[in-house]
């Protein structure tokens, strides 16, 4: 005897049989889905990503490229959260991977261009400034790959869990 054989009421059994069929049906239908991938837009993700973009909008606002550099190492921490939430959910993919080494090529340049600029006691040191704005500029590529794995869906059909 099936859930819906049994479920008879005296206002019409075709009826009533055909209610409980759909109702069991539909909780069945809902109730048989993987819930193990996570949201679409990895939420943590966008959570590391907002501290991430703003500091990097509001800093280096007016100063000068000795005195950027330390928003810029301030920068590296957030990006290593958001790093860890990429890893969290496996979204690594070579856009990424790519934008990380763009960022640590021209921190290497940026560190080497501020020590040059201290032996020469220069706040306004000109490859300073460019290694600085290559910095940012490269956070900004990173940013962008991270918002495109944050907003990218799920892998396979969004019912595997990642």
Avoid: I, K
């Avoid at 973009?53 to 280096?60: H, M, P, T, W």
């Amino acid at each position: 005897m099936t859930a819906c054989s049994t479920a008879r009421v005296s206002a019409g059994p075709g009826r009533v049989r055909a209610v409980a069929c759909a109702a069991v049906l539909v909780a069945l239908a809902t109730g048989c889905r993987t819930d193990t991938a996570p949201a679409w837009g990895y939420p943590e993700l966008g959570a590391a990503l907002g501290p991430l973009s703003r500091a990097l909008d509001e800093g280096c606002a007016g100063q000068a490229s000795a005195s950027c550099s330390d928003d810029l190492d301030r920068l590296d921490a957030l990006a290593e959260r958001a790093f860890a939430e990429v890893l969290d959910h496996r979204l690594l993919d070579e856009a990424y991977l790519a934008a990380r080494s763009e960022v640590d090529r021209a921190r290497r340049l940026r560190l080497a261009a501020a020590a040059r600029a201290r032996s020469t006691r220069d706040p306004h040191d000109l490859p300073l400034g460019r290694a600085v704005a290559a910095e940012r500029l490269a956070y900004r590529h990173l940013l962008a790959a991270l918002e495109r794995l944050r907003t990218a869906p799920p892998p396979g059909d969004g019912t595997n869990p990642v």
